[in-house]
Antibody
């Protein structure tokens, strides 16, 4: 079955970077977008951006980022590992959240299990 | 950015009740509206896509409706396992946005 397996929880210092992996299985990696969504403790869901694993045959670029994160977010893919990565730099305390990857271009299903990132000095 | 406003923010209901959650968009989103269910400590789960289409494997007591700027998620007969927070999400324009969530309690 389709599965998205994310890397484990991590603690970072303010100003550092974090890179989270999302390893996919059970489907053709190149045929589906991957989205990233985060959720701060006790808060709602926040869309961060998407990546098209191939970047081909689309009306837009292979990555689209929410304005809020532009300049400090990067999404990449390793097609040999069927894995997508999301890197967020210049971390602040308000970046403490659970980060989710999810499959799909306009509807997100299924989701990864989430990765807890704690930013603390 | 398109704003999504859900109401109510929280809801208490009894087993067997019919429950509805509303989602109001700040502009016409052409039916490009999804609903997710999230249980504590878990990832969200897609329930309804394109406003009214039931995702495979989701119980038929869940349904969605709406168009333009106004959308509704309904649960026809509330079950104990439906206790969760429900989110709407628009995919009509970037950045994709979510409603603030509706917490459902029994």
């Amino acid at each position: 079955q389709v599965q998205l397996l994310q890397s484990g929880p991590t603690v970072k210092r303010p100003g550092a970077s974090v890179k989270i992996s999302c390893e996919t299985s059970g489907y053709s990696f190149s045929n589906h977008f991957i989205q990233w969504v985060r959720q701060a403790p006790g808060q709602g869901l926040e869309w961060m951006g998407l990546i098209n694993p191939t970047g081909a045959g689309t009306a837009y670029d292979s990555t689209i980022y929410a304005h809020k994160f532009k300049g400090r977010i990067s999404m990449t893919r390793d097609m040999s590992r069927n894995t997508v990565y999301m890197e967020l730099s210049s971390l602040r305390s308000d970046d403490t959240a659970v980060y989710f990857c999810a499959r799909g271009e306009v509807r997100f299903d299924p989701w990864g299990q989430g990765t807890m990132v704690t930013v603390s000095s | 950015d398109i704003q999504l406003t859900q109401s109510p923010s929280s809801l208490s209901a009894s087993v067997g009740d019919r429950v509805t959650v509303s989602c109001q968009a700040s502009q016409d989103i052409g039916g490009k509206l999804n609903w997710y269910q999230q249980k504590p400590g878990k990832a969200p789960r897609l329930l309804i896509y394109d406003a009214a289409n039931l995702q495979a494997g989701v119980p038929s007591r869940f349904s969605g409706s709406g168009s333009g700027t106004s959308y509704v998620l309904s649960i026809s007969s509330l079950q104990p396992e439906d206790i969760a927070t429900y989110y709407c999400q628009q995919c009509d324009d970037f950045p994709y946005t979510f409603g603030q969530g509706t917490k459902l309690e029994i």
